[in-house]
């Protein structure tokens, strides 16, 4: 029974692809299992479809069923990030092997989204030069490692089927060594179905040693192969042998005469028939703890390889620091002369400096992307070279924990197989339920984009406990001068704190004050370092609880903007600025000052919540209304309109 396209079936993809979604729009991506990927994809001519991507197996347009919305792993990640609302500009197969590549442009910058669909192929993105962004899985071929940073090679090809001439498949056959069916099926890049196919039309024996066949039968086998693989008939269908799928064809081989053939509008439609039917069948077969083995297996070599090549980067910026600190002075300079971060990037963008070629993309929170000898980093412009390499040691460092964390649980479930010890029932979110809030859960908070804790206090006892057990000398503090503000401190850990992180606290202590409630749309807030926050009181006055004096020079960020954001992100509701929720999570809903009160309002997001996740258990226990309510301002609130949603 077939197991995965073959090369004819790949260029019956490509065209039925180009017809109808060439021209379109690429959506989300979500990840099904350890090989499957799902994208949404906006087709001119029919609207929303939903692409199906298995590595080493098949692409087709399908009606099946999608994944249900929730944090998406790394790879999907990487495809929403880099190529989510492009437009679609090429597709196309690669010299007639199984390999299919999507070419998308966004921003002006065109990324390559490549299918590999022969034994143990992945699925990788790519940039313009085609390095390497991100793979579903590690390849190794022939001794080339294919991981993140390297340039993708593409499988060696054999003779063309459809180009090769008469005198070089003379000469091939003599030198094979081999019968004509295994010469043709090794050396002419085709499946063994269509080596068949070849020696059936050609009317030669299959068996006869290549050698020793005459120049009119090697004449016969040249027609017959132009008549194979130029065929360009569609005839979308399966082959069933009594009653039982046997293969999946785009048009009709002789093979099959006289066996039974169901067919269908396109090719996608008998793809998705036929692998559904062959798939549940596998899953029937296989184990649930061998089905878990595998995908823990996957996952820890996916650490793995992250925690390296997150390795390599770091020791990349400390080898090339000179040119990174060049880099990075230019930005800094043009910060310093008041230019935001939008206004550097546009100047550099266009100007024609060798900058222009180096530094790929600059956001608004100085995130950036730069290209030096061949490599390509992502630093943060408010950043030093070695702040900029310490990122990606955290990162190395993560994915070793995350990595520690797979293998306990590979080992358990190798235990649970070996019969060991018996699994234990439990319900879809028991994980969720049993899960130990951290210690500042208690209090608001949120995580920076730039990784720093930030705390805030929901009442003047938690203001009071924030200052007594929480407050160091290192923190840094802000406040509004309007009352009834939470004490809101970033917790440095003696680290700089960038300015993005700054701006986003001074959000969130605006919106989490009594400001909120007045329907404002921005407000002003001040910056003090841990040391000037006080509870002694001047001679002859006294303090409140949740009271705090504050002496020495303040930093004021004039006309913050309220606006706060919650998400699902890794199995916890997160809440806090947009530029920090929003990289972060899936689903996520954007809230401004309204008419609304707080329950009204978390029963609306749980709603909002409900349509991106279907797995309703999973999301009482990590977003419930109550849940909701905890991260919500004081006052009314509403959805913000005209937001960009990551729900859908």
């Not at 197991?3 to 017809?19: P, Q, R």
């Not at 001439?165 to 069916?181: F, H, M, N, Y």
């Amino acid at each position: 029974m077939k197991k995965a396209m073959s090369n004819v079936d790949v260029a019956a993809m490509a065209a039925e692809l180009s017809d109808r979604v060439l021209g379109g729009f690429m959506g989300k991506a979500y990840q099904q299992s350890s090989d499957k990927i799902w994208l949404s994809v906006a087709s001119p001519a029919e609207g929303r479809l939903d692409l199906l991507l298995v590595a080493g197996k098949r692409v087709n347009i399908t009606k099946g069923q999608r994944p249900a919305s929730k944090t998406p792993p790394q790879f999907p990640t990487m495809l929403r990030n880099r190529i989510s609302g492009g437009r679609i500009v090429e597709i196309l197969q690669r010299d007639l092997d199984r390999v299919l590549e999507i070419a998308v442009e966004r921003s002006g910058s065109r990324h390559y989204l490549v299918i590999e669909l022969f034994p143990k192929g992945s699925i990788i993105l790519l940039d313009e030069n085609r390095i390497i962004l991100s793979m579903l899985r590690k390849m190794i071929y022939r001794g080339s490692k294919m991981a993140t940073g390297e340039r993708y090679l593409y499988h060696p090809g054999q003779l063309d089927p459809r180009t090769i001439s008469k005198e070089e498949l003379t000469a091939w056959l003599s030198s094979s060594g081999q019968d004509l069916i295994r010469s043709i099926v090794r050396g002419l890049n085709m499946g063994g179905t269509y080596g068949e196919e070849v020696c059936l039309v050609a009317g030669v024996d299959k068996s006869k040693p290549a050698a020793d066949l005459t120049p009119e039968e090697i004449d016969r086998v040249h027609q017959a192969l132009r008549e194979v693989f130029l065929n360009e008939t569609l005839d979308p269908h399966i082959v069933l042998e009594k009653g039982e799928p046997v293969d999946v064809l785009s048009r009709p081989l002789r093979i099959y005469e006289g066996l039974e053939k169901k067919r269908f509008a396109t090719f996608s439609e008998a793809l998705d028939a036929f692998f559904v039917e062959k798939e549940q069948d596998e899953e029937k077969k296989k184990d649930p703890l061998d089905r878990r083995i595998e995908v823990q297996q996957k996952a820890i070599q996916e650490f793995e390889a992250q925690e390296k090549a997150f390795i390599g980067k770091g020791e990349l910026v400390y080898q090339i620091y000179g040119s990174l600190d060049q880099i990075l002075r230019v930005v800094s300079d043009a910060k310093a002369k008041g230019f935001s971060y939008n206004q550097i990037w546009e100047k550099i963008s266009g100007s024609g400096l060798p900058q222009a070629r180096i530094i790929r993309s600059l956001d608004g929170q100085g995130e950036m992307r730069v290209l030096l000898d061949g490599e390509e980093l992502e630093l943060n412009a408010s950043l030093t070279v070695p702040q900029n390499a310490q990122r990606y040691y955290e990162k190395a460092k993560e994915m070793a924990r995350k990595g520690s964390g797979a293998k306990e649980a590979l080992a358990i479930t190798i235990e649970l197989r070996a019969g060991k010890k018996a699994p234990r029932k439990s319900s879809p979110s028991a994980h969720h339920r049993r899960r130990k809030p951290k210690w500042y859960e208690r209090f608001r908070w949120f995580t920076s984009s730039d990784g720093f804790l930030v705390l805030g206090g929901r009442d003047a006892d938690s203001n009071e406990e924030i200052y007594a057990k929480y407050l160091e000398k290192r923190d840094l503090a802000m406040h509004t001068d309007a009352p009834g503000a939470p004490l809101t401190v970033i917790k440095t850990e003696g680290e700089a704190v960038p300015e993005s992180t700054l701006v986003e606290a001074a959000q969130f202590a605006v919106s989490y004050s009594s400001i909120w409630k007045g329907g404002l749309a921005a407000a002003d807030c001040y910056l003090i370092k841990g040391d000037q926050v006080s509870k002694t009181p001047e001679s002859g006055e006294f303090l409140k609880k949740g009271a705090f004096v504050i002496r020495g020079e303040r930093t004021y960020f004039r006309d913050t903007p309220l606006g706060l954001a919650l998400g699902i992100s890794e199995g916890i509701l997160i809440g806090g600025p947009v530029s920090a929720v929003r990289p972060k999570a899936d689903p996520v809903v954007q809230i401004e000052p309204g008419e609304l009160n707080p329950d009204d309002l978390a029963k609306r997001i749980y709603r909002q919540f409900g349509d991106a996740v279907e797995d309703r258990a999973f999301l009482k226990s990590v977003a419930s209304i109550d849940q909701i309510v905890q991260f919500l301002p004081p006052g009314g609130s509403r959805i913000k309109e005209n937001q960009e949603s990551d729900i859908s």
